[in-house]
């Protein structure tokens, strides 16, 4: 059971990327999922949250208006669109999972099946 996230890289501040993050050994529509990040020398952010059925999202505000989840439950996969993307977002991106369907807790704590997270750098 594990969750994989991918399609961080290198970019320019302003400049844009979208993360994927995949399901394996789980049915991911079952779930609400979450995207967190870690700076080095920082503690785990949570940035973004979508419900099971995609009909709930919750964002930070440091990302707000620039960031979108969006989830595809038939490819069993969940989306962070980043624009306008700012040095400060420069982190290690995991996606994890909430205890149900329903998006009622944003604390990392809550939420497992974490994976291998994906580098985003942005430069200045």
């Known amino acids: 059971v594990q969750l994989q996230a991918c399609g961080g890289g290198l970019v320019q501040a302003g400049g844009s990327l979208r993360l994927s993050c995949a399901a394996s050994?789980?049915?991911?529509?079952?779930?609400?999922i979450g995207w967190f990040r870690q700076a080095p020398g920082k503690e785990r952010e949570g940035v973004s949250f979508?419900?099971?059925?995609?009909?709930?999202?919750y964002y930070a505000d440091s990302v707000k208006g620039r960031f979108t989840v969006s989830r595809d439950n038939a490819k069993n996969t969940v989306f962070l669109q980043m624009n306008s993307l700012k040095p400060e977002d420069t982190a290690v991106y995991h996606c994890?999972?909430?205890?149900?369907?329903?998006?009622?807790?944003?604390?990392?704590?809550?939420?497992?099946?974490w994976g291998q997270g994906t580098l985003v750098t942005v430069s200045s």
């Open positions: 050994g789980f049915t991911l529509a079952q779930y609400a």
């Open positions: 994890a999972r909430g205890p149900g369907g329903l998006l009622i807790t944003t604390h990392p704590a809550d939420f497992g099946a």
């Open positions: 979508i419900s099971s059925s995609g009909g709930d999202t």
